[in-house]
């Protein structure tokens, strides 16, 4: 009963504040993919959509006072927050991007993108989610992440950098792409597959029930660098005040970064992600203890390989809000999902995603747009790729 008065207490408290949440992707984990062992997916057993939800079983300290709160009740339609204005400078969130951008110049091209992320396994379409993430957060949304090394000009891109290790779904935007290329050549930028493809993967991964339309527009840069990862990319170990700092300085706010983190309920991460700082012997984390007996007999591995275990262990292949429930009852991989909790403003707004499952599927939406509007390049500073994985050849550089 308490626990429940504190869930809707907090909830109260989402509903009048606005938050954003975390959670990026490190992965430390690469080298030698191991399948997954809990790749086997359950049937979706979504918590109970009604505001009597499964008593969380949280054993942490109760949501913060109401006064930790904006106290003014803004109506639920002020948020989320109005889309950011198309502004020149700094994180600008998309300017120049519009729906249905290839509608007149390749009719297609969403459908041929549709095609290509449909064909892939649940595992790779998570994979395309991250993906998305990691590309706007290096260099803005234009296919960086996607440039492979190249001894003469570029011998350390973003794929070398530690946090894209375990990066997954390049084969779908090269497929992608190849089939684009043959339906209308030069036409239809690497970047912008990259965000179709997120989108696609997260309406397919949640059945339908997260579905919104992505501009696009986006060219694609010249410019991709290993060193450029650890400083843009939020750690799995990062606390709150790192995660809204890096969510932040890409134009997105606590309300985004929350929303955002739900993606850890598709996919995997490989053990040494996060058994370092989450996983005993060295128990520094507030990680449910039957939990963390699992995860550590998962991760045992007699060959000593980097094993993977399903983010979200109820429902691994649904997008959907089963994670903010994961948060709450302390079965989480990383500490940066959990550091969710300990502050008032993000912990309400995991308890508001927890409870209200339409109202954090609106939001994911509106953040993957607004991601989708880092920092995107224009026929100014991009081109259109032939191939994702190289710039345009004759490199006037
Ligand atoms: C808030 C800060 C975040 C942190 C610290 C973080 C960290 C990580 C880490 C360490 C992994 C595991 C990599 C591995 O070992 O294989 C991972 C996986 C993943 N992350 Fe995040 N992440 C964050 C935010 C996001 C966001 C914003 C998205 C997308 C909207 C996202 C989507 C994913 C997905 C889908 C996976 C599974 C990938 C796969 O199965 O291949 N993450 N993340
Ligand atoms: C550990 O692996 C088992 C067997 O695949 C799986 O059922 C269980 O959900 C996994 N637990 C965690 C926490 O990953
Ligand atoms: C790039 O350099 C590495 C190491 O020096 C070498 O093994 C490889 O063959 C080179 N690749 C190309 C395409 O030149
Ligand atoms: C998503 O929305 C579009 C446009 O409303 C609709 O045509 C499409 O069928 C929807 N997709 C899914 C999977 O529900
Ligand atoms: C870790 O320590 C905390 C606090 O001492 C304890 O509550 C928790 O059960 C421990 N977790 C594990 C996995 O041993
Ligand atoms: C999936 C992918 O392309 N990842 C790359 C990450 O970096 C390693 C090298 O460290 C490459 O081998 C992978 O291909």
């Given at each position: 009963m308490a626990a429940k008065l504190a869930v809707l207490g907090t909830l109260v408290l989402a509903l009048l504040g606005s938050v954003s949440c975390q959670q990026a992707g490190y992965g430390y984990g690469g080298g030698n993919p191991t399948p997954s062992p809990t790749s086997t997916s359950t049937p979706p057993a979504y918590p109970p959509t009604s505001p009597t939800p499964s008593p969380p079983t949280y054993s942490s300290p109760a949501p913060p006072p109401p006064t930790a709160y904006p106290p003014t009740p803004s109506p639920p339609t002020t948020y989320p927050p109005p889309p950011t204005p198309a502004s020149p400078p700094p994180p600008a969130a998309g300017s120049g991007l519009s729906v249905g951008y290839y509608n007149d110049k390749c009719p297609r091209a969403e459908a041929i993108v549709r095609d290509a992320v449909r064909a892939a396994d649940v595992g790779i379409k998570a994979g395309l989610v991250r993906l998305f993430f990691h590309d706007c957060f290096v260099q803005g949304c234009d296919a960086s992440v996607l440039l492979k090394p190249d001894n003469d000009t570029n011998p350390q891109p973003e794929m070398l950098g530690i946090p894209n290790l375990s990066l997954r779904g390049f084969e779908v935007i090269d497929a992608a792409k190849a089939a684009l290329e043959a339906e209308c050549p030069g036409v239809v930028s690497c970047a912008d597959i990259v965000a179709l493809a997120g989108r696609d993967a997260s309406v397919f991964l949640s059945g339908g029930a997260i579905n919104f339309t992505m501009p696009a527009g986006r060219y694609d840069g010249k410019v991709s660098l290993a060193s450029e990862t650890l400083p843009n990319l939020p750690p799995p170990f990062a606390d709150v005040a790192r995660l809204k700092a890096m969510f932040a300085a890409k134009g997105l706010d606590t309300v985004d970064m929350v929303a955002l983190s739900g993606a850890h309920s598709i996919g995997r991460s490989h053990c040494s992600s996060f058994s370092r700082d989450r996983l005993p012997p060295s128990n520094t984390s507030d990680m449910n203890p039957a939990f963390a007996t699992q995860l550590k007999a998962n991760c045992t591995s007699p060959t000593g390989a980097d094993n993977t275990v399903a983010q979200?262990?109820?429902?691994?292949d649904q997008l959907d809000n089963q994670y903010y429930w994961n948060v709450i009852n302390h079965k989480v991989l990383f500490a940066s999902d959990a550091a969710l909790l300990k502050s008032g403003d993000t912990a309400g707004l995991v308890y508001a995603a927890a409870l209200f499952q339409q109202k954090w599927e609106d939001r994911f939406g509106k953040a993957m747009v607004k991601m989708g509007g880092v920092e995107v390049k224009t026929a100014a500073n991009g081109e259109i790729r032939k191939m994702c994985g190289y710039v345009n050849k004759p490199y006037s550089g």
């Open positions: 979200d262990y109820k429902t691994p």
